[in-house]
Each structure stands twice: as structure tokens, then as C-alpha cells.
């Protein structure tokens, strides 16, 4: 079986790929340091998958510990990294910490596997576009300013990896530039695990109709859209981990070398009122929402173009917004019954 080395693959967008390798055939080797993931989710694996996948503790900043790894794992011969960072608020404030998890490790990473046959797939990110020009956005529009530290560390990562390519340090990367994922899996196993008050939508969404939050606050109604509340493309995170699969087969093929990049969205913008109205359709709960002012650096709408990826990656989102928001309220009911 091939190895694949999964960076963060005890969080929430790795804990799914993990299932969707194993379910392609791969053998997963997780690397996390369990800064923002509980070990009990090796667990919940386990229930899905039938087996405990290899799981190493460290942190990827310390390059030894990552060349201990790669000398005792030698047979990797892919790395899907996702372990970094992700909260665009904290990374005003703690902006050092942003650039050392998620530029070191990468620099880290590209060091150890430099000049060998390891693929890369990169975690990048939908923030890179800013509030795009056109709608909806294609991988050819321009990298747009970042509004906050964390989206900067998406562009400079996606830049090193380019001169890495250049250079000949790696020899096939592809970026795939994620939209809003959202839901968990089928199984309610495994899903999102936001650490104290979420600060995305849709575990606000949830922990709202359970109860652990009184009401959701919608973020303006005074956008220029249709209910004047912004605009995002929410993607299933199984969708999402699916696509990992189809760039490592991509990148398996003879003829693909260099950087790629993809977006992954489902190529549909829903706005915050039609998802809460998603929410409530889809699980037949009534979720207590108030409209309040803008947050700052929100941009008004945005949804991506998925053409290339269906082409070239042959991959295509087929989960809707229902299927999300129903998978996403399993979860945390799930989380309420459960101690993980
Ligand atoms: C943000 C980041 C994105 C990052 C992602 C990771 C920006 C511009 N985007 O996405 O780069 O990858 O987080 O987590 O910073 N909303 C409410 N009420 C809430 C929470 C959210 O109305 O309580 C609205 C927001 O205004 C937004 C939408 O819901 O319109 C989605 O918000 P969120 O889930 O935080 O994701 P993004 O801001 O799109």
C-alpha cells in the first residue's frame, strides 16, 4: 500500500481525508502535535476505518523530530499537510505564531523530502482571492492583498512552494484552495472540535440549537446581495477530503510535474440567512438569530469556479447544503450524548 504522510490529520479536514484514503487504498501515517485535535479522535477512526492508523506526537517547527520521523516512516511516498493555524482573528493578535506554525513547518517539511519523489498536497485557501473582482473566481485571478495574518501565510506558503518547484526541491505540489467547509461524516464520528466559542458559522449554527450558545449573531444584512447578508461557498468536508485523493492520483500520473492548484468549493454561493434557513429545513430545528453589524474584514461574497478542477482533477463536490447542515447537527447531538 502507498503511504501518505498526513500532517494535522487528527483535525477536522485531515480526520476526514485519513477515512478517505483508507477507503482509496492508501495507508495514512498521521503526524499531529494535538494542539488544536484530542487523541480521541484516533479512536473514532478506529470505529470508522476498523484500525488505529500509525500516529506520531510532534511538532512539525522541530526539523529533527521530523527527520527522526522520516527515517523511521521511509516509504512515504505522499504528504498531504494541513497541520497549521486557522483562526484569522487570533492571527492579529499572535501574528509570530502564525508565521512560525505554518511557515516553518512547511520550510521543515520541504526540507526533509527535498529532491525526492514525495508529492505534495498543500492546505491553501479561498482567502487568497480577497473580495474577487469576478464572480465566480477561477484559480487565474489575482492574489489579492491578505487581510490578515493567517491569509498571508496562505499566499507566502503557496509562493515557497512555487520557488521550491523552481528549484527542484519538490517535484510535484498541488494547492488546493479550500472554500467553506463545513458538515461531518456520515457516521457522526468525526466532525469539527472548535476549541472554546466558534468563531465560524456553522459550529455556531450547531452549538446554538443545542443550547451551549443562546442565539447566532448574522454579520450584517447590509451587503449588496440578495437577503444582504454575505455570500460563501460551503463545501462537505467529506466532498473536501475527497479531492486530497484525486490530487495524489493526479500527482501519481507520469505526466504531471510542477505546481497545480485547484479550488474546492461546489461552485454554488449560499448566503448566511439561506444557510441558517438550510439549517432549520434540514433538521427541523428553529435556531434563535438576530442580524447584527458587520465583523471587520468579512468580504461580501464569494464562490469559485469549479470547472478546472472537474476537468483536470476529476473531481466535483456531490453533496448539497442540506446533506451538510444535517451531517453537521449529527455531530454535535452526538458530541452532547458522547464524551469522545
Ligand atoms: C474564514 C476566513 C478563511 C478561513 C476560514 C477558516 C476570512 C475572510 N475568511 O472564512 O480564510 O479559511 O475562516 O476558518 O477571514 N458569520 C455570521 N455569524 C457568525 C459567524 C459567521 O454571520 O457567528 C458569517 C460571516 O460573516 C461570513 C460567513 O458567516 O459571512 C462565514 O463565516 P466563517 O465561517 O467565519 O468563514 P469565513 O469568514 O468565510
Redesign the pocket.
Known sequence: MTKILVTGGLGYIGSHTVVELVNAGYEPVIVDDLSNSQLQILNQLEKIIGFKPAFYQFDLCDEQKLRDFAASEPGIAGVIHFAAS???GESVVKPLKYYRNNIYSLVNLLNVYSGKPVGIVFSS???VY?QPDELPVTETAPVKPA??P??NT?QIAEEILIDAITSGDAKKVIALR?????GAHSTALIGELPIGV????????TQTAIGKRQK?????DDYNTKDG????DYIHVVDLAKAHVAALKLMEKPDFSGFDVFNLGTGIGNT?LE?ITAFERATGVKLNYEI?P??G???EQ?WGDVTKSANELHWKAELDIDTMMSSAWKWEKYLSQNTL
Open positions: 486557522k483562526a484569522v485557501s479561498c482567502t480577497g487581510q490578515s493567517y491569509g496562505k479550500y472554500f467553506n467547509p463545513v466558534p468563531q465560524n458559522l456553522v459550529p455556531f449554527i447566532i449573531t448574522v454579520f450584517g447578508s454575505c455570500v460563501r448566511v444557510i447584527g458587520r465583523r474584514g468579512d468580504v464569494v
